[in-house]
C-alpha cells in the first residue's frame, strides 16, 4: 500500500492563481480531512469528508473547496491564492474518523508559498 | 466545541532525563486523546491514544500517557531520552460520538541534549 500520497511536494503560486492539491489513499478509508500547518499554530481542520459525495467545513474553511467523487481521492482547491495561504498543507485518512476514535494516517505534505 | 492546550512550545532535555509534555483539553462529552508526532519534513504519526478502558496508555518508542478526567489532562512521558526522540509533538481531541473533528494542539518541540 502507499498509503496517503499527496502532490505535488511543492508549489509556489503567485496572488490570484488557482490551483489544487491532490490526495489520494488505497487503504479503502471513508474519512478523509485537509489541514494547513502554520508555525506556532499547530494543525488547523480546514475541511473533511466521511465519504464520497459528504464533505463539510472545518476550523479555517474560507478561500478554500473541496469535492469527494471518490473514496479515493479528496482534492483542495484554492481558487485565488492570498498571501495568507502561505503553509504547509497535510492530508490525512481513516476509515471510520476521529468521532469514534480512529486513527488518522497523514500525507508527507505539501509546501505552499503564495507570493 | 473541543480545544487543547499544550504548555510549552519548546521543551530542552538530556539524554537519559525524563521527558514530560503536558497537554490539557477541554470537551463537552467524553473525549478520545491523541499524541502525534512529526519529525523533520514529514507528515504526522500516530504515537498513542486513549479511547476508553485503561486510562494508563502505552505507544510506541517507549512513549506513554495517563488520562486524567479530574484534571482534563493527558500528559505525555518517557523515562529515559534518547536523541532519536528530537521531534515535534501534537496532542489532539476528538468528541465521542460527536462531530467528525479532530482537534490539535499547537505543539511542542522537543530538543534532546547530548
Known amino acids: 500500500n502507499a498509503g496517503v500520497t499527496q502532490t505535488p511536494k511543492f508549489q509556489v503560486l503567485k496572488t490570484g492563481q488557482s490551483m489544487t492539491l491532490q490526495c489520494a489513499q488505497d487503504?479503502?478509508?471513508?474519512?478523509m480531512s485537509w489541514y494547513r500547518q502554520d508555525p506556532g499554530m499547530g494543525l488547523r481542520l480546514i475541511h473533511y469528508?466521511?465519504?464520497?459525495?459528504?464533505?463539510d467545513q472545518g476550523e479555517v474553511p474560507n478561500g478554500y473547496n473541496v469535492s469527494r467523487s471518490t473514496t479515493e481521492d479528496f482534492p483542495l482547491r484554492l481558487l485565488s491564492a492570498a498571501p495568507s495561504q502561505t503553509s504547509v498543507y497535510f492530508c490525512?485518512?481513516?476509515?471510520?474518523?476521529?468521532?469514534?476514535?480512529?486513527?488518522?494516517?497523514f500525507g508527507p505534505g505539501t509546501r505552499l508559498t503564495v507570493l | 466545541a473541543q480545544s487543547v492546550t499544550q504548555l510549552g512550545s519548546h521543551v530542552s532535555v538530556s539524554e537519559g532525563a525524563l521527558v514530560l509534555l503536558r497537554c490539557n483539553y477541554s470537551?463537552?462529552?467524553?473525549?478520545?486523546l491523541f499524541w502525534y508526532v512529526q519529525y523533520p519534513n514529514q507528515g504526522l504519526q500516530l504515537l498513542l491514544k486513549?479511547?476508553?478502558?485503561?486510562?494508563l496508555v502505552k505507544g510506541i518508542n517507549g512513549f506513554e500517557a495517563e488520562f486524567k478526567k479530574s484534571e482534563t489532562s493527558f500528559h505525555l512521558t518517557k523515562p529515559s531520552a534518547h536523541m532519536s526522540d528530537a521531534a515535534e509533538y501534537f496532542c489532539?481531541?476528538?468528541?465521542?460520538?460527536?462531530?467528525?473533528?479532530?482537534?490539535f494542539g499547537k505543539g511542542t518541540k522537543l530538543t534532546v541534549n547530548p
Open positions: 489532539a481531541v476528538s468528541e465521542q460520538g460527536g462531530s467528525e473533528k479532530l482537534v
Open positions: 470537551s463537552s462529552v467524553p473525549p478520545y
Open positions: 469528508s466521511v465519504g464520497a459525495g459528504i464533505t
Open positions: 486513549y479511547t476508553t478502558g485503561a486510562t
Open positions: 490525512a485518512s481513516s476509515y471510520s474518523g476521529p468521532g469514534l476514535g480512529d486513527t488518522q494516517y
Open positions: 487503504m479503502n478509508h471513508e474519512y
